[in-house]
């Protein structure tokens, strides 16, 4: 994991931790259900940063017989059970709990403490999503929704999405205890604790969406398979790309397998040579190509548009 994503994350985890006991007092003056799921979410949030800090370090293991390419993919799997934590732990309960209260309303205990705590969560909350935004603005290069998609770095997306769904929660939230304290009907906090819930889920759906994408195995970004075609046809001893493939295995791992025509008068040992030059050409521009498979290979233009349609299809 990268500084600032991991800066992104324990900020959320210390934010988390603060914001869940104290949602907790304030369900215990109050009883508002709003609260409990605010609790609850934030208790979720919690330990999905404490996954994210595990899947890290897992990732970091050296390769093995078993696992060749190394550990990188741990952090997108780890990512994929924050998205399922997200749902089951926060979705489904503040609905469940909503639609609990709404056919069993209780009226509310010291509003105000509620209120006063809500307000202390989106504080902490606002400091945590400040940081996730400032290091993931490094990053970013186009829109934050194509940054969302399109990045390879798992954490910084989830810790995004889950301060921006904290927020949100605590305004609902506050808008439900408030509508509940001016109506007098206690099915407004319930009706807040729903909202939290159809909020986490639609969060849940797109960070498990992009999450399984990595973990299929994503292909290099444009910018990166551009430097990559500039860097292999850079020297001279390579006429042309007959075909390439890339695909992550590691936010900062990318393996990379191509066919190259070289002239045809290079024998066996000079032309396994200037493959290891290409080899190093290409890691000196990009580094994260931490895995390359090279083949000679005959250029036939038939086979090749061939290749091309079935890859296209």
Not at 115 to 141: P, W
Not at 232 to 250: D, F, K, P, Y
Not at 292 to 301: F, K, L
Request: aromatic letters at 8%.
């Amino acid at each position: 994991m990268q500084d600032g994503s991991k800066r992104a994350v324990i900020a959320a985890l210390i934010a988390n931790l603060g914001i869940a006991i104290a949602k907790f007092v304030g369900f215990a003056i109050t009883g508002a259900a709003s609260m409990l799921a605010e609790a609850v979410h934030s208790c979720a949030d919690s330990g999905n940063q404490a996954l994210l800090l595990w899947g890290s370090a897992a990732a970091r293991r050296k390769p093995s017989a078993s696992h060749p390419f190394g550990y990188g993919r741990e952090r997108y799997f780890w990512s994929f059970v924050v998205a399922l934590v997200i749902f089951s732990m926060g979705s489904l309960f503040a609905i469940y709990e909503g639609l609990q209260k709404i056919f069993d309303p209780h009226a509310l205990t010291n509003p105000g403490v509620a209120v006063g705590i809500l307000i202390f969560g989106i504080l902490l909350e606002g400091f945590s999503f400040r940081t996730a935004v400032k290091e993931a603005n490094v990053y970013r290069k186009g829109s934050w929704w194509r940054f969302i998609q399109h990045t390879k770095n798992p954490e910084l997306p989830v810790v995004l999405l889950e301060d921006l769904g904290a927020l949100l929660g605590l305004a609902i939230a506050l808008l439900g205890i408030g509508l509940a304290v001016i109506t007098g009907d206690a099915r407004f906090d319930a009706a807040g604790s729903i909202g939290i819930g159809v909020l986490l889920a639609v969060i849940a759906i797109v960070l498990a969406v992009e999450m399984k994408s990595l973990l299929i195995g994503e292909s290099a970004s444009e910018a990166d398979v551009a430097l990559l075609r500039e860097s292999i046809l850079a020297g001279e001893e390579v006429r042309r790309i007959i075909h390439m493939r890339t695909m992550h295995v590691g936010p900062e791992e990318l393996l990379v397998a191509a066919k190259l025509e070289f002239d045809d008068s290079f024998t066996l040992r000079e032309l396994s040579l200037l493959i290891n030059g290409v080899e190093a050409r290409v890691r000196e521009q990009l580094p994260i190509a931490t895995i390359i498979y090279i083949e000679p290979d005959v250029y036939d233009a038939e086979v090749a548009r061939q290749d091309e349609l079935e890859w296209n299809r």
